[in-house]
């Protein structure tokens, strides 16, 4: 138990760390595309204007709940905004000490899995079951908003990319602490 709950506290920290790397650096900006600094004050103002007595929210840009709506979001441009009343300074160690916790307890959680169903695996092979559901996973949370939400292409799969390397990096840690599989009988084929 003490092993299991070692390595999901190291796969969470391994987790945070290329959570970091990829958003708490330049490198987040890769995923993003810059409308400038007067197009983006220009909008900030109209967002504060028109979103601003709604609250934060996620709202889609036109509304397409009425016939207007639906016409005007047919005909484009579309935005879903992502809308936060207050703003917060980059970083934000809120995020950062919250994105931690949330990283530990979800390799707290594949820890668990792990030491159920690789039991009698070895690393490699426990670091491939990881990076296979962390494919299968996020592939479909991720790449799917491009295809049922026509978002942004190139945002999403900078998003995908980061989160298998990160479920990966937590998988290794994690893998590595298990107790270790048997050793396999002199001669016996290694799968």
């Given at each position: 138990?003490?092993?299991i709950?070692l390595?999901g506290?190291?796969?969470?920290?391994a987790?945070?760390?290329?959570?970091?790397i990829?958003?708490?650096?330049?490198?987040?900006?890769?995923?993003?595309?810059?409308?400038?600094d007067?197009?983006?004050?220009?909008?900030q103002?109209v967002?504060?204007?028109?979103?601003g007595?709604n609250?934060?929210?996620?709202?889609?840009?036109?509304?397409?709940?009425t016939?207007?709506?639906?016409?005007?979001?047919?005909?484009?441009?579309i935005?879903?905004?992502?809308?936060?009343?207050?703003g917060?300074?980059?970083p934000?160690?809120?995020?950062l000490?919250?994105?931690l916790?949330?990283?530990?307890?979800?390799a707290?959680?594949?820890?668990?899995?792990?030491?159920?169903?690789?039991?009698?695996m070895?690393?490699?092979?426990?670091?491939t079951?990881?990076g296979?559901?962390?494919?299968?996973?996020?592939?479909?949370?991720q790449?799917?908003?491009?295809?049922f939400?026509?978002a942004?292409?190139?945002?999403?799969?900078?998003?995908?990319?980061?989160?298998?390397?990160?479920?990966?990096?937590a998988?290794?840690?994690?893998?590595?602490?298990l107790?270790?599989?048997?050793a396999?009988?002199?001669?016996?084929p290694?799968?």
């Amino acid at each position: 138990m003490t092993r299991i709950l070692l390595g999901g506290l190291l796969g969470g920290v391994a987790m945070w760390i290329v959570g970091f790397i990829f958003w708490g650096t330049p490198l987040s900006m890769l995923a993003t595309s810059n409308a400038g600094d007067s197009a983006s004050v220009a909008i900030q103002s109209v967002l504060a204007q028109h979103l601003g007595p709604n609250g934060t929210g996620a709202y889609p840009i036109p509304w397409p709940g009425t016939p207007l709506g639906t016409q005007a979001y047919g005909e484009g441009p579309i935005a879903l905004v992502l809308f936060n009343t207050n703003g917060y300074a980059l970083p934000d160690t809120g995020s950062l000490v919250g994105g931690l916790i949330l990283s530990v307890v979800c390799a707290l959680v594949l820890a668990f899995a792990l030491a159920r169903v690789t039991g009698g695996m070895r690393f490699a092979q426990r670091l491939t079951a990881v990076g296979l559901f962390a494919v299968a996973i996020t592939a479909y949370s991720q790449l799917g908003q491009p295809i049922f939400n026509h978002a942004p292409t190139g945002y999403f799969v900078y998003l995908w990319i980061s989160e298998i390397a990160g479920w990966l990096a937590a998988g290794a840690a994690i893998a590595w602490m298990l107790p270790k599989a048997p050793a396999a009988p002199a001669g016996a084929p290694l799968e």
